[in-house]
């Protein structure tokens, strides 16, 4: 069973995609699509009633170590679909679902266990003895050597030495790089300021269907206010949070085409920052599934 009064552990958020596999084994695929440096696999859930046909739409979570309600998120959204599949909308079924919770579990853990502010994945440097972990979101393959990372490895930007150079990445990248047809849509979360963001950040450059884009993110913002009384700001990505190449939403753009790409930052505002208390997981959770139904209307 799950429950949403705490932040969980890899090996519960892992048991519960097995738990989710286990009850509906017809239309859940589990793969593990790589290992860390620690050796940790990387796990994302598939749910499809027809995997040949439908769109697709990928959600992430956890690339950075200390955005804690990031995995709680994906995990309830997860939660959200399975508790009651059969009576999810024709729209909701009619999609298959990409889900990774967790994709830097060595920081994930390093963050619960030894630094909580810990935002790297755990890869040991070539070049620097004591400094270890690269920046998920500044090692894809798209304006990877530009602005909004840094090359030292003792950085928390640290970009990696060359462009995907992180089984991480390199896992997430030949994973999607796949199953690009019919893909719609990439969402990947993390914390915080309360932000829907879509492409660019490695260019201050509008992006095309900037005006579909941002209609849906302020649609999602607005069900948001409705629900839980709580403001998200809808914005392009390189305005409100400057410049920043090789991340992974402007990646799955560019490298595979995806329309709907967001980048969805949850709360809070910097009140307790990383450090949001356990009681807000709910509240939370349930804003990050409004963008992704908001999102999946929007693909239908
Ligand atoms: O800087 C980031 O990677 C994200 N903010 S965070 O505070 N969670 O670290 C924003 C990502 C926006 N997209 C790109 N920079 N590509
Ligand atoms: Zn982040």
């Given at each position: 069973g799950m429950h949403w009064n705490d932040y969980h552990s890899l090996d519960n958020i892992y048991a519960f995609m097995r738990e989710i596999r286990a009850k509906y084994p017809n239309i859940c695929r589990l793969y593990t699509i790589g290992q860390t440096a620690e050796g940790r696999d990387l796990k994302v859930l598939r749910i499809s009633e027809n995997p040949r046909e439908n769109k697709k739409i990928w959600i992430d979570g956890g690339i950075h170590a200390r955005e804690w309600i990031s995995p709680a998120t994906v995990t309830f959204i997860l939660y959200q679909l399975m508790n009651n599949?059969?009576?999810?909308?024709?729209?909701?079924?009619?999609?298959?679902?990409?889900?990774?919770?967790v994709m830097n579990p060595d920081g994930y853990q390093y963050s619960r266990t030894v630094n909580r502010l810990w935002r790297k994945n755990r890869s040991p440097s070539t070049r620097r003895q004591n400094c270890f972990g690269v920046d998920l979101n500044r090692n894809f393959d798209i304006?990877?050597?530009?602005?909004?990372?840094?090359k030292d490895p003792c950085s928390d930007v640290f970009r990696g030495d060359s462009a995907a150079s992180e089984l991480e990445t390199q896992a997430v990248a030949n994973f999607l790089a796949k199953r690009k047809y019919n893909l719609e849509a990439y969402l990947t979360y993390h914390s915080y300021g309360q932000m829907v963001v879509y492409p660019w950040a490695y260019k201050a450059v509008k992006v095309k269907d900037a005006s579909v884009l941002q209609r849906v993110a302020d649609t999602a913002v607005n069900r948001i206010a409705q629900k839980?009384?709580?403001t998200y700001q809808a914005a392009v990505t390189h305005q409100v949070l400057g410049i920043a190449g090789g991340g992974s939403d402007d990646w799955s753009r560019a490298a595979l085409g995806v329309k709907y790409v967001y980048t969805i930052e949850l709360r809070d505002r910097g009140a307790y920052g990383f450090i949001l208390p356990?009681?807000?997981?709910?509240?939370t959770a349930l804003e990050g599934w409004t963008v992704a139904e908001t999102v999946v209307q929007a693909i239908i």
């Open positions: 599949w059969e009576n999810q909308p024709a729209h909701i079924r009619s999609l298959t679902w990409y889900i990774m919770p304006g990877w050597n530009g602005f909004g990372s840094s839980t009384g709580t356990p009681k807000y997981i709910k509240d």
